[in-house]
């Protein structure tokens, strides 16, 4: 290649399923020493034929290509929609770019763009050309600039100003807490500005309903009580990474919800119900923002 003046770095060999491969160990000999002579790999069309799951695990490309039947209508389609995501988290495990191929409608674009896809190819990004265009189209760009700003939401929108106890304060005194706010489902613990935990009502409830509980644990410290590995964020996470994490952790942590810091320091307090209407109101206004007046179809 390199005396005809092409350098290997930029070419990418594209491996189809047009043939079945039974000689999985050849196949990784001869990908290893293209790798070597600075060649990269892609799989083409994942999805389309049966051993191609099995080929990206024993090869692991630097790309692979989702075939169009996935992504077209992946916005109203949650089958797709799963299918893709998937793919997108093995591929963010195992550094591999994904490429979407077909992407014909701007919902389609905005659905991949929210599920994390980088890369894409169809009509509506732009049709083939003898010279390929350096840009995207303006309404491309303007569309994903607006989903970008509503995933750039912090977490600040979501503040609510409950005061912090200290650790050293009673369970009796943190009930009576409860008892004044009936609204109020948990409580925040902080010393000296610095997050220590998270006190649940339902928790402490039933913990004082047992029998002797009360009597025994009312004048200690509240320290007893309190969850020790809240979820804490910063002011400016957004909301999208929060409800990654929120998805990810054990599930008492969406009804306890999670402290705001600012610098490190308590700042107040969000609640689970809070995030996920949010969520689904950016959803509902993306998807409403959208939708195209006429559907653009390959020729």
């Known amino acids: 290649m390199r005396q005809i003046g092409i350098n290997p770095a930029r070419v990418i060999i594209e491996l189809t399923e047009s043939q079945p491969t039974c000689d999985y ?5 001869a990908v290893l020493r ?3 002579m600075g060649f990269q790999i892609a799989i083409d069309d994942l999805g389309e034929g049966f051993s191609s799951l099995r080929l990206w695990s024993e090869l692991r490309p630097e790309y ?3 075939d169009m039947h ?5 916005n109203h389609d949650p089958v797709k929609l799963q299918f893709v995501r998937s793919i997108q988290e093995i591929a963010e495990k195992s550094n591999t770019l994904v490429i979407a191929e077909g992407i014909e409608t ?7 763009r929210d599920i994390g896809v980088a890369c894409g190819q169809g009509y509506h990004l732009g049709r083939p050309q003898p010279a390929p265009l350096r840009t995207a189209p303006g309404e491309v760009v ?3 600039a607006r989903r970008h700003d509503q995933h750039a939401v912090s977490i600040h929108k979501l503040l609510r100003e409950v005061p912090a106890v200290p650790s050293s304060m009673s369970n009796d005194e943190v009930y009576e807490i409860f008892q004044r706010d009936p609204q109020l489902m948990s409580i925040p613990v902080a010393d000296h500005g610095q997050p220590q935990g998270l006190i649940n009502r339902c928790n402490m409830t039933e913990r004082f309903a047992r029998p002797g509980e009360r009597e025994l644990y009312g004048r200690k410290a509240c320290a007893h009580f309190m969850d020790r590995t809240p979820l804490v964020a910063d002011r ?3 909301l999208r990474e929060l409800s990654h994490r929120i998805a990810k952790a054990e599930a008492h942590h969406l009804l306890n919800g999670f402290i705001i810091t600012e610098q490190g320091r308590y700042l107040g307090m969000g609640t689970g119900h809070d995030l996920m209407r949010e969520i689904s109101e950016m959803h509902i206004h993306a998807a409403n923002m959208a939708a195209p007046s006429a559907r653009i179809t390959s020729a």
């Open 70 to 74: 996935f992504i077209q209508g992946i």
């Open 142 to 144: 303007q569309a994903l």
């Open 64 to 66: 692979v290509k989702i």
């Open 25 to 29: 160990a050849q196949m990784r000999e």
């Open 106 to 112: 701007r919902p389609e674009l905005l659905a991949l």
């Open 34 to 36: 293209y790798r070597q």
């Open 236 to 238: 400016n996470t957004s």
